[in-house]
Structure formats: structure tokens, C-alpha cells
């Protein structure tokens, strides 16, 4: 079954630390590029960050660059956002997504609810 299954998220207050997890499994996890994205109640879904797998390259949304951080272990077929010094305003689900182009079908996962306190 092609999967993408994330992980890590819970409450934290400002300042504090997360790291999430997104585990994929039934597909060829090398040739996708890994996004993550997140959605907080009535906005619309964002890109935060990704990393392609192909050479390690990485993107940042502005709004987390410097304080987030993407990675990636091909061996555990598994990408990684460290999410430092949070701040209320990144509260929201956090979904992570394989593309691989226009040619084929995009996979997301279920999402993670990150909630930051004041």
C-alpha cells in the first residue's frame, strides 16, 4: 500500500521544539521529492518546507527559514522537519507530500496537528 504516514506532532509552548516524522512505504522513495505543508483553521494550505531526494536539495517557506529544518534518511525511507523556536502562529495540521511531477498522482499523508501556546 503506498503510504505516507506522519508523525511527532503535539502541543508546545513558544520557544519550544518539535520534530516531525514522515514514514513512506509501497513506492520507489528516491525518485519523489518530499514536501511538507501545513493548514491552520480557515487558511488555506501552505508549503513550509521540502527536500529533494535526488540530491539533497532543500526549500523554505520565509516564514520558517532559520528556525525549521528538513531532512531526510533514504535508508528508513523517512523525512524529518525540526521545528525550533515555535511560535503560535505555526499552529496548524502538518501534512507531508511525495511528488514526483506532473505525470504522476501526488501521495499525502493524513497530517499532524501542531499546536503552539502562547
Known amino acids: 500500500e503506498v503510504q505516507l504516514v506522519e508523525s511527532g506532532g503535539g502541543l508546545v509552548q513558544a520557544g519550544g521544539s518539535l520534530r516531525l516524522s514522515c514514514a513512506a512505504s509501497g513506492f520507489t522513495f528516491d525518485d519523489y521529492d518530499i514536501g511538507w505543508f501545513r493548514q491552520a483553521p480557515g487558511q488555506e494550505r501552505e508549503g513550509v518546507a521540502s527536500i529533494t531526494n535526488s540530491d539533497g536539495s532543500t526549500y523554505y517557506a520565509d516564514s520558517v527559514k532559520g528556525r525549521f529544518t528538513v531532512s531526510s534518511d533514504n535508508a528508513k525511507n523517512t523525512v524529518y522537519l525540526q521545528m525550533n523556536s515555535l511560535k503560535p502562529e505555526d499552529t496548524a495540521v502538518y501534512y507531508c507530500?511525495?511528488?514526483?511531477?506532473?505525470?504522476?498522482?501526488?501521495?499525502w499523508g493524513q497530517g499532524t496537528l501542531v499546536t503552539v501556546s502562547s
Open positions: 507530500n511525495a511528488d514526483r511531477g506532473p505525470a504522476y498522482v501526488e501521495i
